[in-house]
């Protein structure tokens, strides 16, 4: 069961986060209310090993993993590892204050087959505790996860092969909010603000996230992504689908692009991004975010975050996943710089080890 994975007592364990079109990996350390970088790595997925979230082919991962391990200290053991997209449901719950982790979890294997839409021999099942119901003090709102157990289980085989032991399996949306909500709480000019939303942009899927003083209290998934990008490139300019990713990678598009290729993309992240914050305001009672943060390979895309901000009203920057944090000697600066926000999801992940 999941739980088995939330609840052992582990090692520092190091964040890694399996993409579409990369595997990226953090790892860090912590003083007091500090967090160091001490290792970051990044290798290539294998093509069509990961398709929208799910591992395909369980080999070439693991050997993809393999390296990306090889270029960490050789003291990690253990791994914190994420499953996302239609594998995952999650369901806030109301239940007794006063029941024991282990009476919950009783209760709630009793009551899945009313609450997960899935067979329950096809699933793993968790919760956490977040807080008291603002009506009733003797009951608390309970976050129930259900994951499909061959998700699990293919991240864990594939970590197996690298070598690691699976000491976490997070939820990649709560693991954007964790580390973005402490990116808030450091990045200059976001300080202040406290409803904070997290727009992470993937290779095919997009993530919206809204951190509320820290706590992630709303996520929705859409089909969209940097492939849309690329495609666009390809079009274009008459390109392969590997000549459109080192042309955007590398920042050498033609001059003809702010139109041709990067007005249309802006406009449909615009557009998405309106309809799941519409829709978040539509079942939270919110009106308005007070910020939003940028992260995913195609985050930094030259003038998105500007176009946002006077579209949308409010402050939208692209997210420095390490701000405030000191980084280590020994860290590969040059990945560090070049793939920071999309280094979001396995930041958060690496601060599992101290939570």
């Known amino acids: 069961m999941l739980a088995t994975f939330f609840r052992r007592q582990t090692p520092v364990m190091v964040g890694v986060d399996i993409g579409s079109h990369s595997i990226k990996a953090v790892l860090l350390a912590k003083n007091g209310n500090t967090f160091k970088v001490e290792a970051v790595a990044v290798e290539p997925t294998p093509k069509g090993a990961v398709v929208d979230h799910e591992i395909q082919d369980i080999e070439p991962v693991g050997e993809a993993l393999r390296r990306l391990v090889r270029r960490l200290p050789s003291k990690i053991q253990t791994a914190a590892m994420a499953v996302a997209g239609s594998s995952v449901m999650t369901k806030v719950i109301l239940?007794?204050?006063?029941?024991?982790?282990?009476?919950?979890?009783?209760?709630?294997?009793?009551?899945?087959e009313n609450l997960i839409p899935h067979p329950l021999d096809e699933v793993n099942l968790d919760f956490e505790r977040l807080h008291p119901h603002i009506n009733d003090p003797s009951r608390v709102d309970v976050l129930l996860s259900a994951a499909r157990s061959e998700s699990v289980v293919a991240r864990v085989s594939a970590m197996e092969i690298a070598g690691l032991d699976t000491g976490v399996m997070d939820i990649e949306a709560y693991a954007l909010g964790r580390a973005m909500a402490a990116v808030a709480s450091r990045q200059p000019g976001l300080t202040d603000h406290k409803l904070v939303g997290v727009f992470d942009i993937g290779a095919r899927t997009s993530t919206l996230a809204v951190v509320d003083q820290g706590e992630v209290i709303y996520t929705r998934e859409e089909a969209f992504g940097g492939e849309q990008l690329n495609q666009l490139i390809?079009?274009?300019y008459d390109m392969s689908g590997d000549e459109a990713e080192r042309v955007k990678l590398r920042e050498e598009l033609p001059a003809s692009a702010a139109l041709d290729v990067l007005a249309p993309f802006q406009t449909e992240a615009l557009q998405l991004i309106r309809r799941s914050t519409q829709l978040f305001y539509t079942t939270s009672g919110h009106d308005?975010?007070?910020?939003?943060?940028?992260?995913g390979g195609s985050?930094?895309?030259?003038?998105?975050?500007q176009m946002l901000t006077e579209e949308l009203g409010f402050a939208v920057v692209v997210a420095d996943v390490f701000a405030g944090m000191k980084i280590g000697a020994n860290v590969n600066k040059?990945?560090?710089?070049?793939?920071?926000?999309?280094?979001?999801?396995?930041?958060?992940?690496a601060q599992r080890s101290f939570s």
């Open 288 to 295: 308005s975010l007070e910020a939003l943060l940028l992260t």
């Open 334 to 349: 040059r990945d560090l710089e070049r793939h920071n926000a999309a280094l979001a999801i396995a930041t958060g992940l």
């Open 95 to 112: 239940m007794d204050a006063s029941l024991s982790d282990d009476e919950m979890m009783s209760q709630i294997e009793v009551e899945a």
């Open 234 to 236: 390809q079009s274009a």
């Open 299 to 305: 985050a930094d895309i030259e003038g998105l975050a």
